[in-house]
């Protein structure tokens, strides 16, 4: 999945990812991944996710990262803030408060200090399973050792539709040595996702983990 096929997504404004809510998972298990920290969280492939506005009043520093500078735009303008700008090379900071917005690829950004927490929704899921493993590979790389994060995934069967957002199951995920993911919570949510019901899935399994590095 090229860079070109998120930026043209954004600009053609399909966007049915994007949540004008905040994230069930979040308000239900966040406290069970940071408790009282206030320690910054990464969150790759953020999107204009309004999920980053509650962790960072939650009292999180939060670092975002994405692609796309639409979706980047788009959020501080939809907060009404005038973000802060700093170019380096082929990365642009973009900051407000207490969000830090990353415009560039994931892959190629390495930040400064590890991150002790990360929250996922729609992120891992975004990427074919080749990518997945760099993903898993390079979030890694991202976070402290004693580190920990809460995922949001879909599973269906791939057999009956394409990605993006693209199945992972746990035994996919259970693969990972360095990583431990606990499942919270997993519920059919195909009613709620008419558009999904119409391309002949029968389920449609939202899964939540609570990810830990080990
Ligand atoms: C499915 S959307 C999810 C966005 C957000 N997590 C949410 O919940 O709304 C995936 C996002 O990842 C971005 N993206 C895809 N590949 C990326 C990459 N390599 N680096 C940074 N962002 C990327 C896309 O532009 C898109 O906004």
Not at 132 to 140: E, K, T
């Amino acid at each position: 999945m090229k860079p070109d096929f998120w930026l043209e997504r954004w600009e053609r404004e399909e966007i049915g990812f994007h949540r004008t809510s905040i994230h069930w998972a979040l308000t239900t298990y966040w406290h069970q991944i940071a408790a009282n920290s206030h320690a910054p969280v990464l969150v790759p492939l953020c999107g204009k996710s309004v999920d980053l506005h509650w962790l960072m009043l939650r009292g999180h520093p939060v670092v975002g990262i994405e692609l796309s500078p639409k979706a980047i735009t788009e959020f501080f303008t939809e907060w009404g803030r005038n973000p802060e700008q700093e170019r380096n090379s082929t990365i642009t900071y973009w900051q407000a408060e207490n969000i830090r917005l990353v415009q560039g690829d994931f892959f190629e950004v390495y930040p400064d200090k590890p991150f002790q927490y990360f929250y996922d929704r729609a992120a891992l899921i975004a990427l074919p399973a080749t990518m997945r493993s760099q993903y898993l590979d390079h979030l890694i790389s991202c976070l402290t050792t004693r580190s920990s994060g809460l995922l949001v995934t879909l599973e269906y069967d791939q057999q009956k539709m394409d990605g993006p957002p693209f199945s992972v199951t746990h035994a996919e995920l259970s693969g990972r040595n360095e990583l431990y993911f606990d499942q919270l919570a997993r519920r059919d949510v195909l009613a709620e996702y008419s558009h999904f019901a119409k391309q002949g899935l029968d389920y449609l399994f939202e899964t939540i983990y609570r990810v830990t590095r080990i």
